[in-house]
C-alpha cells in the first residue's frame, strides 16, 4: 500500500473517530479497508483507545504522558512538537469542595488530547513496526477471521460453503472459516455439533478443526459433536470414510467406516468397538487402558432413524444417557438453564424422543419413568428429587 493511501485512511479514522466524518467520509472509509485488510486490526486498536474511561488521578495522567514520551522517542519518533511542560497545565485547587472529575477534565483539557494523542501514535507505531515486514500475513490473518458462523441456544441454522459444501449448524455452536477457502486446501474450525455434507474433491481434502481432534475427508456425510461443557466428542460417519488424528497423538490415524462413531471421553478415547475380540487381544486390552473408542451408530426401533443425527430432522433422541447428560442436550435445545440438584439424580439413565413438544411437556413426559419434580422459573430450570 502506498504511503498516500496510508495517509487517506488515517485520515479518515482520526475524522470518524472525533466525530467529524460525513456520511461519504466513512464510506469511503469502509471502502478503503475493505481494500486494505490489515488496516481495521488499527482501527480496532484506535476504537478501543478513543473508549477508555480518562484517568481521574492528575499525577497518574501526567506519569503516563511523560513514559510514552520516552517510548516514543526510543523508537526514533520525533516528539518536539508536541511536548506539553508542566508550566502549561492548568492547577485545579483538589480542597475545592467543588472540585470533580468533570471540573478536571475541563482544565487538563490539553494534558487528556497528549495524552490520548500519544498513545494512539505509539500503539500504531508498535503495530507497523511489528507487522509492516509481514503485510501479506496479517493480511491473510485478518481475512481467516471473517468467516464465522455462530448459533445461540434454542436455535439452528444451515450453510453452504464455497465449495458447495452443505453444513447444519446446531445449537450453540460455531463454524469458522478463511475466506481463501478452497483456494489450496478446505478447512473450518468447529465449536459445538454440526453435520457435514462434503462436496468429493480428491484434490483438496476438507478438514475439521476441534479442540481435541482434527477430521480430515475427500467427500463424505458425518457428524460432530465437540461441546466444550460436555465431557465427551463424538463423530459419526454415515457414508464415505474420514480420518481422525487426535491433537496429543498426532502420529496415530484412526479411520472410520461407514455407521461407525468414534467417542472421546474426558481427553482420552474409550475403545468400545463392536467386534470379537480374540484372548491375546483381549488381554492387550487389560494390559493397557484402551485408547481408542470405535461403535455403531444407534438407530431408532421404530423409524430407524439415527439418533447420533436426528438433531437436523428436528428430533431430540437420547437413549440410555443419564440426566446430566440429558439435560446439557435440552439445554442447548430449548435454550434455557436446567440445574439438577441431586447427585444420585444426575446418574438416572433416560431414554426419550422429542420433536414438537415444550420442554414442560418433555419433562414431565420423563416423569412418568423417572421420579423428580421440576419447577420453570422461565429462565432456567429447577430439578430435585
Not at 470518524?16 to 481494500?35: D, N, P, T, V
Request: hydrophobic fraction near 40%.
Amino acid at each position: 500500500m502506498s504511503n498516500t493511501a496510508k495517509e487517506k485512511i488515517w485520515e479518515l479514522i482520526a475524522r470518524k473517530l472525533s466525530g467529524e466524518a460525513s456520511e461519504l467520509e466513512l464510506l469511503e472509509l469502509q471502502k478503503c479497508l475493505q481494500q486494505h485488510a490489515e488496516e481495521a486490526y488499527s482501527l480496532e486498536i484506535m476504537e478501543d483507545l478513543w473508549r477508555h474511561p480518562i484517568p481521574i488521578n492528575r499525577q497518574y495522567a501526567e506519569h503516563q504522558f511523560k513514559a510514552l514520551t520516552q517510548k516514543m522517542q526510543n523508537l526514533g519518533v520525533n516528539v518536539d512538537g508536541f511536548k506539553v511542560e508542566d508550566e502549561h497545565l492548568i492547577e485545579v485547587d483538589e480542597s475545592n469542595e467543588k472540585y470533580t472529575q468533570k471540573s478536571w477534565i475541563k482544565s487538563n483539557t490539553t494534558l487528556i488530547a497528549a495524552v490520548s494523542f500519544f498513545t494512539i501514535v505509539l500503539i500504531s507505531a508498535l503495530f507497523y513496526s511489528k507487522f509492516n515486514s509481514k503485510q501479506a500475513d496479517a493480511a491473510t490473518t485478518a481475512v481467516a477471521k471473517k468467516s464465522e458462523i455462530t448459533t445461540k441456544y434454542g436455535s439452528k441454522t444451515t450453510v453452504v460453503l464455497p465449495d458447495g459444501t452443505k453444513v447444519w449448524v446446531n445449537a450453540g455452536s460455531k463454524l469458522s472459516y478463511d475466506n481463501n477457502f478452497g483456494n489450496k486446501l478446505r478447512e473450518v474450525a468447529l465449536l459445538g455439533e454440526a453435520f457435514f455434507d462434503v462436496t468429493h474433491n480428491a484434490e483438496k481434502p476438507f478438514i475439521i478443526h476441534t479442540s481435541k481432534m482434527d477430521i480430515k475427508v475427500l467427500g463424505t456425510a458425518f457428524n460432530v459433536r465437540c461441546y466444550p461443557d460436555e465431557n465427551k466428542m463424538e463423530t459419526s460417519l454415515l457414508r464415505g470414510s474420514i480420518e481422525v488424528t487426535l491433537k496429543d497423538r498426532y502420529k496415530e490415524k484412526i479411520y472410520l467406516k461407514p455407521n461407525e462413531k468414534l467417542t472421546l471421553i474426558n481427553d482420552q478415547v474409550i475403545q468400545s468397538k463392536n467386534i470379537a475380540l480374540n484372548k491375546a487381544k483381549q488381554e492387550f486390552i487389560a494390559a493397557k487402558e484402551p485408547i481408542v473408542a470405535i461403535s455403531h451408530l444407534t438407530y431408532q426401533p421404530v423409524d430407524s432413524t439415527v439418533v447420533e443425527t436426528s438433531w437436523i430432522e428436528n428430533k431430540l433422541i437420547f437413549r440410555g444417557e443419564t440426566f446430566e447428560e440429558v439435560a446439557r442436550k435440552m439445554e442447548k435445545w430449548y435454550g434455557i438453564s436446567i440445574i439438577i440438584s441431586n447427585e444420585k439424580l444426575k446418574e438416572a439413565h433416560l431414554t426419550g424422543s422429542f420433536e414438537k413438544e415444550t420442554i414442560d411437556q418433555a419433562l414431565e413426559a420423563l416423569q412418568l419413568t423417572t421420579p423428580f419434580k421440576f419447577v420453570n422459573n422461565k429462565n432456567s430450570i429447577i430439578i430435585t428429587k
